[in-house]
């Protein structure tokens, strides 16, 4: 039996056994407008309420706005129109930067000195709380001792009164310290470094603390069979998996320390000594003779290196969370 010619014919595009089929990609439909199927009426009360949410963060963050405006127009204005407005330009008001500043009789000491005492209380005060409190946090997540929930729920019970009302207890303290072993803590730095790191230790751990739970146990126990001991886990293994908490209380500990007055206004009797929150204080109880345009402009002053600190470190601010299974007690 003859096989008909239309059988016969090879295909000049065989399709090769097993190849899926390659499908045209769909066409892309025009996305329909969000509120097209509303009514006019509908259509304007809906974008109303998303816009809600806007107009109210706007409406809060103006007298925001306006305050660090008017701190801004006012250091570099001689004369101002309602008090915001600049007509007259100067530079008179930073002129604390190349020599020490004189209002009335008063010849307050170098801003570059306070500056670098600033410095050094921030540093100090970071340095001690992230030492402490990551051994402290390593601690209360990993060891199991009598006492341990008592001290973590006395932690939160501490952070809970303001340190002011323990300032008479504070000074007698110091002054007793001082006393009997001859250092100077009252009117000193390093004193008040103590102080602010102690009230800010406990706060510090237990947030670091929650990192620790984060870090499995079998990172630590691999750390073990190498030959590690405890410390040497948590310094090599442990603490580089949570440079992101290290972070978050490094920042918030110089930030603490850079913005602290109380306690160096109460335990801080020398100029010597200043920082530049009692720089600023010093200015504005000159009651006879306050020039408003150079308060402006040493607050202005005060607030840049926070500034340039918060745009290196935001990355560290925004990566707060770690992997991993619980390791915790």
Not at 26 to 42: D, G, M, Q, S, V
Not at 83 to 104: A, C, K, M, V, Y
Not at 282 to 298: D, K, M, R, T
Request: aromatic residues 16%.
């Amino acid at each position: 039996m003859r096989a008909s010619s239309s059988n016969s014919t090879p295909n000049p595009n065989p399709t090769p056994v097993g190849a899926a089929a390659v499908e045209a990609p769909p066409r892309r439909r025009k996305r329909k407008r969000e509120y097209a199927h509303l009514t006019r009426f509908a259509r304007t009360k809906a974008r109303l309420y998303a816009a809600l949410p806007y107009v109210l963060l706007a409406i809060v963050s103006l007298p925001i706005v306006v305050m660090y405006s008017w701190l801004l127009m006012n250091s570099f204005s001689k004369k101002t129109l309602f008090g915001f407005i600049p007509q007259e330009l100067t530079l008179n008001n930073w002129r604390f930067l190349w020599e020490p500043l004189r209002i009335g009789t008063s010849v307050h000491p170098s801003i570059w000195t306070v500056t670098g005492n600033t410095l050094l209380f921030a540093g100090g005060v970071t340095v001690l709380i992230v030492l402490i409190s990551t051994l402290a946090g390593f601690a209360l997540s990993r060891f199991d001792f009598r006492g341990r929930q008592s001290i973590m729920q006395l932690t939160i019970l501490l952070h809970a009164f303001p340190g002011v009302t323990l300032m008479i207890a504070i000074f007698f303290v110091l002054l007793y310290l001082m006393k009997f072993t001859g250092l100077p803590f009252l009117n000193s730095l390093w004193g008040v470094v103590l102080v602010k790191a102690a009230l800010e230790i406990p706060w510090s751990a237990w947030i670091i603390k929650g990192f620790f739970d984060a870090i499995p146990w079998e990172v630590e126990w691999s750390a073990y069979v190498d030959g590690c001991n405890r410390f040497q886990a948590w310094y090599k293994v442990i603490l580089p998996q949570i440079r992101p908490g290290i972070a978050a209380i490094a920042i918030f500990s110089f930030l603490a320390g850079w913005g602290e007055f109380i306690f160096l206004y109460t335990f801080i009797f020398s100029e010597a000594f200043y920082t530049l929150s009692l720089y600023l204080n010093s200015i504005i109880g000159e009651f006879q003779v306050v020039e408003y345009g150079v308060v402006a402009a040493v607050a202005l002053f005060y607030m840049i290196p926070v500034i340039v600190f918060f745009i290196f470190t935001q990355k560290g601010l925004m990566q707060v969370t770690v992997g991993g299974l619980k390791g915790g007690r």
